[in-house]
T-cell receptor, first 113, second 111 residues
Framework: DVKVTQSSRYLVKRTGEKVFLECVQD?????MFWYRQDPGLGLRLIYF???????EKGDIPEGYSVSREKKERFSLILESASTNQTSMYLC????????????FGPGTRLTVL | GQNIDQPTEMTATEGAIVQINCTYQ??????LFWYQQHAGEAPTFLSY????GLEEKGRFSSFLSRSKGYSYLLLKELQMKDSASYLC????????????FGAGTRLAVHP
């Protein structure tokens, strides 16, 4: 059974804290993605990675960075959390070139106080 | 921009048929996905269209017209468990299987 896991389901942090969200996939997928999901806005792509140590900005990268040191793991970093980064964060993975769908993790609901 | 438009909310009755529409900008189109997302859960894949026509999978079907920039998801014999958000996502050419998502349509199925 294919699986994408995220380190936390719920997280509460304070403004200014550095926050790490971890995502691990066991499908040997080349591509990994980080989205945030907000009511009325849908899923918006923050960053994606198509290979180890490779990353590309998505539509809303400001305030975020990412790290991919191993193929199975993709980390999202909030360097200095702000209240407007309170959101649901979803990680996904997919094979690089196929027509296959993206597989999503369960999400992390982050609240920044 | 690459806007994906779909209705915000729909309601339907158990046992009925509902059609959820999605429109998108046609330039660079390279495939369209439908996902289902129950409240508090991850999106799960429903269907994929890259050529014009209808793809049927049990109670769910998805249609695509590339020239019109239009797709719909058809749900038949609605069940209460079909109450969820339905996300339309388009892959545009440029590689890496990157998707642009619509805001989602929240479907409520009533007895």
């Amino acid at each position: 059974d294919v699986k994408v896991t995220q380190s936390s389901r719920y997280l509460v942090k304070r403004t200014g804290e550095k926050v790490f969200l971890e995502c691990v996939q066991d499908m040997d997928h080349e591509n990994m993605f980080w989205y945030r999901q907000d009511p009325g806005l849908g899923l918006r792509l923050i960053y994606f990675s198509y290979d180890v140590k490779m990353k590309e900005k998505g539509d809303i990268p400001e305030g975020y960075s990412v790290s991919r040191e191993k193929k199975e793991r993709f980390s999202l970093i909030l360097e200095s959390a702000s209240t407007n980064q309170t959101s649901m964060y979803l990680c996904a993975s997919s094979p690089r070139w196929s027509a296959d769908e993206q597989f999503f993790g369960p999400g992390t609901r982050l609240t920044v106080l | 921009g690459q806007n994906i438009d779909q209705p915000t909310e729909m309601t339907a009755t158990e046992g009925a048929i509902v059609q959820i529409n999605c429109t998108y900008q046609t330039s660079g189109f390279n495939g369209l996905f439908w996902y289902q997302q129950h409240a508090g859960e991850a999106p799960t894949f429903l269907s994929y269209n890259v050529l014009d026509g209808l793809e049927e999978k049990g109670r769910f079907s998805s249609f695509l017209s590339r020239s019109k920039g239009y797709s719909y998801l058809l749900l038949k014999e609605l069940q209460m468990k079909d109450s969820a958000s339905y996300l339309c996502a388009v892959r545009f050419s440029g590689g890496y299987n990157k998707l642009i998502f619509g805001a989602g349509t929240r479907l409520a199925v009533h007895p």
